[in-house]
């Protein structure tokens, strides 16, 4: 007869951890966006000539998604004294934002045949981490 072995709250605390990994594992996932960076996301965009939609056109553009690396960190002294003390953290960051873009025509399908001029809109082609800004556009 073999001794029957119990799960003891020690090992319970030891194995817990491994077990919610295994079950909260994303399986069959791409890991690829799951790293710093800053990459190109394609969506789809539809144009309407107006607020009832007479005319539309939809097309697939490109945005700029992901995160870049930042940090935070007690201020130097002579940063300290610059501000009169009121300084007392500097962070750095970095944000994901379009590097180049290009324009592209989407052209609107109007009723009855009629039709629209082709109408140009941004996309990205290409993103980077760069300092981070209140407005670009």
Sequence with gaps: MSPRRTLTPGLFLLLL???????????GRSYSGLGPGCHLFPFNVTIRSDRRGTCRGTHTVYACVGYCE????????????????????????????????????????????????????????????????????
Aim: net charge positive; charged share 25%.
């Design 17 to 27: 951890p491994l077990f919610l990994l295994m079950l909260l594992a994303p399986f």
């Design 70 to 137: 930042s940090s935070a960190f007690p201020s130097r002294y002579s940063v300290l004294a610059a501000s009169n003390f009121t300084h007392n953290i500097t962070s750095a960051s970095r944000c994901c934002t379009i590097s180049k873009d290009t324009k592209v025509k989407v052209r609107l399908d109007c009723p009855r045949g009629r039709r629209h001029d082709n109408i140009e809109i941004l996309t990205a082609r290409a993103c980077r981490c760069d300092m981070c800004r209140k407005s670009r556009y």
